[in-house]
């Protein structure tokens, strides 16, 4: 009757979705104050104040056909060029609006991606722990998704890396700052990463792109830098989205880049274009392209989450959790005290702490918290997270 | 290196895209006010002016993070439930939020909806003149698209679909108002269609669906009406935007109808939800959402569109050109006087009349006009077509 495969990703909710669930049932049992929700990953910040003033300026301004009309399917060329403008300026490289076409959000972005490059029988590497989605987004392309686990520093295992390259090989995804364990890949990994393509280019005579999943680039703390990938190695492809960075996750903006340097860059690019086609995306939407044009390289205000990742860090040290390295994101990545993630979440049920097995992240033994919450919830959290920790004995 | 499939795909630029951009080049030669471009479909009527109003409100009134959060991925429940009242109220139908699944748009709709219902070898029929990305969707889905042309009347020819209908057929597409013919579905072809789809369903023990794609449902002009064709047959599904009747064509907005009606509808809303995570969509674009909770059931000011229509048609038939029954939509279906629409429309560009010839569109003889341009181009371009028409001895 109609497509299996669509009807089991339909009615399989995620486990994130069943602990959001439970979460809003309880608040309704119990007060919404006393239900300590850490499960999803949406911003908490507001949107600097000056989309919205955008916002109000273009329909106050722009000629109503223009400012909801089409843009072309790439996107606004006054956007693209702002945004080219804009990574230029930061990173020293040297892109035009040719190297951009403008998404629907993250999503899209990586859709799109992956729908452009795969051929039959192609395999797309993926580093656990992942965003589940990954999987879903390179098998409903056409992809086979390759799991290649991170070492215990959640960094990626260069060796286990390349033993996971054969002819198929098609692409491998990157996400630094990292959903869900909040790590940055350092530039010692990446540079050890793309020696390894770049030998395995040669092997195999073909192409071999790197996918830069990066909504969270703008989101990192202390002196931490985010490599930016286009400049270790050539056949990088950014997908990018303004979710994080400003606060628009509902906006479903964001962009892909291909680099001139990129093999065969015309052709990558009309890939590109056709997956947009294919998929029903005419074009990003208008309007928030239009304010992407004047906000491009601002953030909302994400002191904020600095601060809620320092609260956090400093507490559990005192009260014996283990956590990943937390340089960005707003995720923290905590060791489970117990083998089985899912029986420690159960357990601080009880508390009314919501946390994320990490199973579906494809890495067991964790928990992922997102911090992208008030502050006073995460304050008033910390006794029941003191409560958890003794629990288990934890120091 | 990449899909070939999506390379051709984006390196095949459409007919009327072509069109367009001969017109940009020569509107440069020899002034915008001198080229007459009746190539694209694109809302020349500003959106209400409480599309506007709602937006800057909105951005006032409402909480940042809710306004540009992720709605949850079938949309939002008070818009779905406005939605639903809107139609109910229209149409006398007894729909609730729970049939809707929001979408970033006509395409998005079309797009999930045939990626919900495909399983292998299944076989969609269209009906010719048809919008040429049909076929790109379906196959994109896929589906196997199947064309059914039209009668000289361009009303559906029940013969001939009865003949196309196989074990295979999965759904039936139809597009009323028609783009490209402008020609409504009168309700005794509804009634026939339905009865030889009930027929069919009978005989091969399936479902068939039939899929109305009505962006241009509220685009009618005189005392024409469009049947609503939940009303007329069970199995049917609704794929809208708002694109044209809020002239909102970028800021990419729709939905997905499934009524309680169809058969397996748990099962069918499922596939769709499913779909539209496996194409990369994630929410409709949230502010959009909440600018139709307040906006639905209004349109631009569509009386434009009538009054360029009733020029045309006035002047047409002074001239000897003969055209498709013009009740809705914004496009003129024009035969044309040679066998070469294509020929015709080259001869048209000397006169600096930009048209596109209908083979695209699977119904060659024919060029399509987008009257959606302002009556001031319009009236200048009538001395043209005038001298076209006595190139070619008509009148």
Do not use: W
Not at 11 to 20: G, H, L, N, T
Not at 40 to 54: D, Q
């Amino acid at each position: 009757m109609v497509s299996k495969e669509m009807y089991e990703l339909g009615a399989k909710s995620s486990v994130i979705r069943e602990i959001f669930e439970y979460g809003k049932k309880r608040k309704a049992e119990i007060g919404a104050e006393n239900v300590y929700d850490y499960s999803l990953g949406n911003p908490s910040v507001p949107a600097p104040e000056i989309v919205n003033e955008t916002i109000r300026e273009l329909t106050e301004n722009m000629l109503s056909t223009d400012l909801h009309g089409y843009t072309s399917a790439v996107g606004d060329n006054e956007t693209r060029k702002a945004i080219a403008d804009d990574l230029n300026n930061r990173f020293g490289t040297a892109f035009t609006m040719n190297n951009l076409y403008m998404t629907c959000g993250a999503a899209a972005s990586l859709c799109i991606t992956f729908r452009a490059l795969t051929e039959k029988d192609d395999e797309i590497i993926i580093f656990a722990p992942y965003f589940p989605e990954y999987k879903v987004f390179i098998t409903s392309q056409g992809g086979t998704p390759v799991e290649v686990k991170c070492n215990s520093e959640l960094q990626i295992d260069l060796e286990a890396f390349e033993k996971a390259i054969t002819e198929k090989t098609k692409a491998v995804v990157v996400n630094s700052p990292n959903n869900p364990s909040g790590v940055v890949i350092n530039e010692e990994t990446v540079k050890g990463l793309c020696a390894i393509l770049e030998r395995k280019q040669k092997e195999y005579g073909k192409a071999i792109f790197l996918i830069s999943d990066e909504p969270y680039r703008e989101l990192v703390y202390g002196d931490v830098t985010v490599p930016f990938l286009t400049k270790y190695y050539k056949n990088t492809i950014v997908c990018y989205s303004y979710s994080k960075s400003l606060s628009l996750p509902g906006d479903r903006i964001g962009y892909i880049l291909v680099p001139d340097e990129v093999s065969d860059f015309g052709l990558i690019y009309k890939a590109v274009c056709g997956a947009g086609r294919s998929l029903g995306y005419v074009c990003a939407p208008s309007m928030m392209q239009f304010v992407i044009r004047k906000c491009v390289g601002k953030t909302g205000d994400i002191a904020i989450y600095k601060k809620n990742r320092d609260i956090l860090l400093e507490a559990f040290e005192k009260y014996g959790f283990k956590t990943a390295k937390p340089d960005g994101a707003f995720y923290l990545f905590v060791k489970s005290p117990i083998e089985s993630a899912t029986e420690f979440c159960e357990t601080a049920k009880k508390y009314d702490l919501l946390l994320v097995p990490s199973d579906s992240f494809g890495f067991p033994g964790y928990v992922r918290l997102s911090y992208c919450v008030s502050t006073d919830m995460i304050i008033r959290s910390l006794p029941k997270f003191e409560e958890l920790a003794k629990e288990y004995g934890l120091n």
